[in-house]
């Protein structure tokens, strides 16, 4: 996985000076605080009812995925927190619903002039971190702002090459760029790195990688094609239950 989350616990570690996992769960514990009110917030936008995106944004958090990730130092609690930022963006990049971004917004900041183009480079910076997460959460946004694309923009060539797309996308590349580079600089070389992602393929796959034992009964094999279903939670779950 990308180095994002471990980065994060070492500079709590070196804020708190301390190692003591109780002290470095806190960041985690206050994003996903930051996760129910997002949730709240987009539900209570698009559904224009507190009551049901109170309702939404609790079913998450009684969910087995977020009592068992909610508190994690791996990445579960960033990948969700960055990917309903990234839901509440393009909401906001488009001005979407107009009755919240044209009129309430002003409510709070009376000087404020809308502009989309400004909503971008924290787009972009949201897909350079997502990146950072993991692949899951990367694939999940590619999803998301294409469709968003796809759904708001007139122009048959802007749906799927806008500034948007364009944008984003150069976000999710560099920070693949950036994992690999640090793959390279940890193993020793980029054939090594390279080498890291052939024999993750060959794992995920249900085969067996360089100098790894393993042995996979038929068992084994049959449940291979279950497996993206057991792990709905992480693509689907979490945001469909929400909506």
């Known amino acids: ?14 804020v708190f000076n301390s190692t003591d996992e109780r002290v470095l769960r806190i960041f985690p514990i206050f994003c996903a605080l930051l996760i ?24 998450v958090v009684v969910s087995s995925y977020f009592l068992a990730w909610g508190d994690t130092l791996h990445k579960h609690t960033y990948e969700e927190l960055l990917k309903f930022l990234t839901l509440f963006l393009l909401l906001a990049y488009y001005g979407y619903p107009q009755s919240y971004f044209k009129t309430q917004v002003f409510k709070f900041f009376p000087s404020f002039r809308w502009n989309k183009k400004a909503v971008l480079p924290i787009l972009f910076f949201l897909c350079y971190f997502n990146s950072q997460t993991s692949y899951e959460s990367a694939i999940f946004c590619t999803f998301l702002i294409t469709g968003f694309s796809i759904a708001f923009e007139t122009n ?29 600089l940890y193993f020793g070389s980029w054939t090594e790195a390279f080498r890291d992602l052939y024999d993750s393929l060959l794992i995920r796959t249900g085969q067996c990688a360089k100098n790894q034992v393993c042995g996979l009964t038929l068992w084994d094999r049959l449940r291979l094609f279950s497996l993206p279903f057991e792990r709905f939670d992480r693509q689907f779950a979490v945001p469909g239950v929400v909506f």
């Open 1 to 14: 996985y990308p180095a994002l989350p471990d980065f994060i616990a070492g500079v709590e570690s070196y």
């Open 156 to 184: 048959k060539i802007m749906k799927l090459f806008g500034p948007l797309t364009m944008i984003c996308g150069l976000g999710f590349v560099l920070g693949f760029m950036t994992h690999l580079y640090l793959n390279a």
């Open 36 to 59: 129910f009110l997002l949730i709240f917030k987009i539900n209570a936008i698009l559904l224009k009812d507190r009551y049901e995106g109170v309702l939404g944004a609790s079913l």
